[in-house]
């Protein structure tokens, strides 16, 4: 090697280098010949394309009972709602996603021009009457807010009534709260909260002070910190507090009385989606009856066909206070009010 | 050093290559026995199937009959079914609404199963056997991980119930440990490619579907081999991945020290040349400067070196030649102004010697004359001898030389009254040999003045012979006297290798001189006393003939 420097170096001449440089690249391609070649992955292409923002508990036996019944192959990406309305703006959607399941009816309604319509079995939905008639998405469950609360810690007298009263200084530092940029949960319970008590961006200021900006990032934590003591009482979603009290009769949770956000989940097809014709029987499937029984049996959730019943001991959702506000006004301030979050997150000085 | 370094590589390369096809053979040989295995495991499968509906006991049983006896032939019939596959799997019987009847083992089997989801709703839509992987995220209560089914028609062709073979980890790891080693994956695939068995994580999930479809391969980044099989009969999947021998940080480590006793090599090739520079050119170099500095006539330059090798040796000659060459300029240019004094002295002793010869010759004619015949015969023998001491010819022959010896002899005896004798013992053969002129009288003269001093009747002989040697043949000439022989110090004198002057022996010292003039060290003179009293000098020169 230093020869060939040498050599180079002192301009001998470049017939020599060549030489040396072509023996060089002779013996490391023959070396190089002698290593087997490493498998590529191959690029199977499934029959469908599914992106879901749902916990995998739910998505994932659905999609396996379709592929038993039909034989046909999925594939799943998931992700937020925030990571849906991202690709649904880069106009990246179409590219690889033929079906979105399980995603929340504001991001499905504001896009709804995003979605093929598809009249599948309609007449049994409950739905708003709008989406039922546009047919661009299907209602699949019902999702309402909840406070769940250690039965052990917080008194009967002392349970809470709403998103209001847990800014109350005796919940300082004992309230459970998964961060709103990982739960769409808290983040539409922080939502309506501002606009409960009617200016926007108060209610945060004053929860993430109650925090003490202590969050939490699943329901695994959050379920733990409430049944072990840490915390005494959270936010979080029906299904979530439902299975709990089945599993542990110490805790129990309320609806709030401001009225809860009632948070409706529903599948689409991509208006450029490729299998039509499998993105249907999927839709099909999951609209159908034994989806319906299997949500409300195995993941405690509230279908949105009206012929299921509710999971046993859950209130109708008719006698539940509900707060509502127009899809485009929600979508408005979601953003305004995670970036206030973080703000108030990021600008917190530890006190002395 | 590229030849090395390429064959290091290679013989890596070979060594890996090697390796990885002896671990291709061990895989497939263990795929083998796992399909084997997997096989006879759904055959035996089949065949309690088989044995439950051979008759219509099973599907009475299910259908609700009270009969004690119809009981006891089920349990027996279930017993004996288990037995069959006892260790791998259990066996349970649910009705046609779901509801458990009875199990091989109550455990871990679930009580009821949903029509209208997982494995009774894939039964509803077939007659035949159902290869069901359990979900985790409903069947959250039990350890079954696989569910072989089939249902019970009754002879209505209604469903009278399911017949239910579990599966759990325990079963698969019983039924295959024997069949890979702790470092291997294997993976039990469904129909739908979803794992059903693990025995460990695999390396890279990512890459299952891929595998599945190539079949058999390797991967050099992860450094594994796989391979799979697909039963169509039995819908499942295997999938074996088995790492190579040498690990990814074996090879890199392999290159890195090929690498290290690569710059190793460098290093030391590095160290070699330095040495050799330090060592070789360099001393070349100081002795070529020695060598330029000596052409420019500086004899005093010397290399100074402690080293026993041909470079030193090569050193001290070169000191050796210069100390020689600047001593040989050194004696050339002694011997140059001596010849030079001699030269000198002899035009000094040159002087009018035709006057000092006429003048000799007048005092014959006159001694003859006034009829003194010893003053003639002085006068005539000095004449002769200064006429031969001022030839021009510096060698003469022996004959000549002993002509003025006898001329010299005739005025010492006049001078001394004819006190010795004078005798010459010379083969005639040599009387052509020639030598310098002059050289033989101051040895007479010493004999006459020192050697016989105060004697009477004393005796001088002059004698010479050849002696033959190898290599040259040697005149020898001595003078002896039978006198009070020569003292010790004169000896040792006369002796010595080089003689300085001595006042009073000048004579002998021109003899030496002349000698050494001319002969340079091919001569020799040496003086003796004899043990019958006296001396003798003998001179010894090549032998030249006139």
């Known amino acids: ?352 | 050093m590229i030849p090395i370094i390429f064959s290091n590589i290679f013989i890596v390369r070979i060594l890996d290559e090697s390796l990885i096809h002896r671990t291709e053979s061990e895989l497939e040989l263990q795929m083998d026995q796992i399909k084997n295995h997997m096989d006879e495991v759904f055959s035996i499968s089949e065949d309690i199937f088989k044995d439950l509906t051979k008759d219509d006991t099973t599907c009475r049983f299910m259908s609700g009959a009270a009969d004690p006896y119809l009981q006891k032939d089920i349990y027996i019939l279930l017993y004996q079914a288990a037995n069959k596959i006892y260790g791998y799997a259990t066996i349970s019987l649910y009705d046609a609404n779901g509801y458990l009847l009875l199990a091989s083992d109550n455990e871990e089997v679930p009580s009821a199963l949903p029509l209208y989801w997982g494995l009774l709703k894939k039964l509803s839509l077939t007659s035949d056997t159902v290869y069901y992987k359990t979900d985790t995220f409903v069947s959250r209560n039990t350890n079954i991980l696989y569910q072989i089914a089939r249902p019970l028609l009754n002879s209505q062709g209604k469903t009278a119930g399911y017949i239910v073979l579990n599966f759990n980890k325990d079963s698969f790891a019983h039924l295959l440990s024997n069949d890979y080693i702790a470092s291997d994956c294997l993976i039990i695939l469904d129909s739908l490619l979803e794992p059903i068995y693990t025995s460990r994580p695999l390396t890279d999930n990512s890459n299952i579907i891929s595998m599945l479809d190539h079949g058999r391969g390797k991967n050099h980044t992860e450094r594994y081999l796989y391979q799979s099989y697909r039963s169509s009969q039995y819908h499942y999947a295997i999938l074996l991945q088995k790492q190579a021998q040498i690990s990814n940080t074996s090879i890199n480590m392999m290159y890195l020290i090929t690498m290290v006793i690569t710059l190793l090599c460098l290093f030391l090739c590095f160290m070699v040349s330095l040495f050799f520079s330090r060592n070789i050119s360099r001393p070349i170099k100081h002795l070529d400067q020695a060598m330029k500095q000596v052409i420019t006539g500086d004899l005093s330059v010397r290399m100074h070196t402690d080293r026993k090798d041909e470079l030193g040796r090569l050193s001290q000659s070169f000191n050796y030649m210069a100390a020689e060459l600047d001593q040989y300029i050194k004696s050339a240019i002694t011997r140059q102004k001596n010849l030079d004094e001699t030269t000198l002295k002899l035009y000094q002793a040159q002087l009018n010697p035709h006057f000092l010869y006429n003048t000799l010759d007048s005092i014959k004619w006159l001694s003859k004359i006034s009829q003194s015949n010893e003053i003639t015969i002085l006068a005539e023998n000095l004449a002769l001898m200064l006429r031969h001491s001022i030839s021009s010819q510096p060698f003469v022959t022996l004959r000549q030389e002993l002509e003025i010896i006898r001329y010299y002899v005739e005025i010492q005896k006049i001078r001394f009254s004819g006190q010795f004798v004078f005798a010459e013992e010379i083969p005639k053969i040599i009387y052509d040999c020639l030598l310098p002129k002059m050289i033989l009288q101051p040895l007479v003269e010493n004999c006459i003045l020192h050697g016989l001093e105060g004697f009477e009747n004393g005796y001088i002989c002059i004698y010479a012979e050849i002696q033959k040697s190898s290599e040259a043949d040697i005149l020898s000439v001595s003078v002896s006297d039978d006198g009070s022989g020569i003292n010790a110090d004169m000896l040792d004198w006369l002796n010595q290798k080089d003689v300085i002057k001595k006042r009073g022996h000048l004579g002998l010292y021109n003899v030496i001189q002349i000698l050494k003039l001319y002969y340079a060290d091919n001569y020799n003179i040496s003086a003796s006393n004899l043990k019958e009293g006296g001396s003798v000098v003998t001179i010894h020169i090549p032998v030249k003939r006139s």
Not at chain 1, 29 to 38: G, I, S, V, Y
Not at chain 1, 275 to 285: E, V
């Open chain 1, 1 to 352: 090697m230093i020869s060939v420097l040498i050599i180079g170096g002192i301009h001998i001449g470049t017939k020599r280098i060549r030489k040396y440089i072509c023996l060089c690249l002779a013996a490391f391609l023959f070396l190089n010949a002698c290593q087997t070649k490493t498998d590529s992955s191959s690029d199977i292409k499934a029959d469908l394309i599914v992106f879901t923002s749902a916990d995998e508990s739910i998505y994932k036996p659905i999609i396996k009972e379709f592929m038993e019944r039909t034989g046909l192959s999925i594939n799943v990406i998931t992700g937020s709602s925030t990571d849906l309305a991202d690709r649904l703006q880069s106009g990246t959607l179409s590219n690889n996603i033929d079906v979105v399941f399980a995603i929340d009816s504001v991001m499905l309604e504001l896009n709804r021009t995003a979605w093929l319509p598809y009249h599948a079995e309609i007449s049994a939905f409950d739905s708003n009457p709008e989406i039922v008639n546009d047919g661009a998405w299907i209602p699949l469950y019902h999702l309402p807010i909840v406070i769940m609360y250690n039965k052990w810690l917080v008194t009967s007298e002392e349970i809470p009534t709403g998103f209001e009263s847990l800014l109350s200084d005796q919940w300082k530092g004992k309230i459970a709260f998964i961060s709103p940029n990982d739960s769409e949960i808290s983040a539409y319970a922080l939502l309506i909260s501002n606009n409960i008590i009617g200016n926007i961006g108060e209610y945060t200021k004053k929860l993430i002070k109650n925090l003490e900006y202590q969050t939490y990032d699943s329901n695994q934590t959050l379920n733990s910190s409430i049944e072990t003591g840490h915390m005494y009482l959270g936010i979080s979603s029906e299904d979530n507090a439902y299975s709990l009290t089945k599993n542990n009769p110490n805790i129990n949770y309320i609806y709030p009385n401001e009225g809860t956000f009632i948070i409706t989940y529903g599948s689409a097809i991509s208006n450029e989606c490729t299998n039509t014709d499998t993105a249907r029987s999927f839709i099909d499937f999951i609209s159908s009856e034994d989806v319906a029984l299997f949500l409300s049996d195995n993941n405690h959730l509230r279908p949105a066909r009206t012929d299921i019943s509710a999971p046993d001991g859950l209130r109708p959702l008719s006698d539940l206070p509900q707060f509502t506000l127009p899809f485009n006004e929600i979508m408005k301030q979601y953003k305004i009010m995670l970036i206030g979050w973080n703000n108030h997150l990021n600008t917190y000085i530890p006190e002395r």
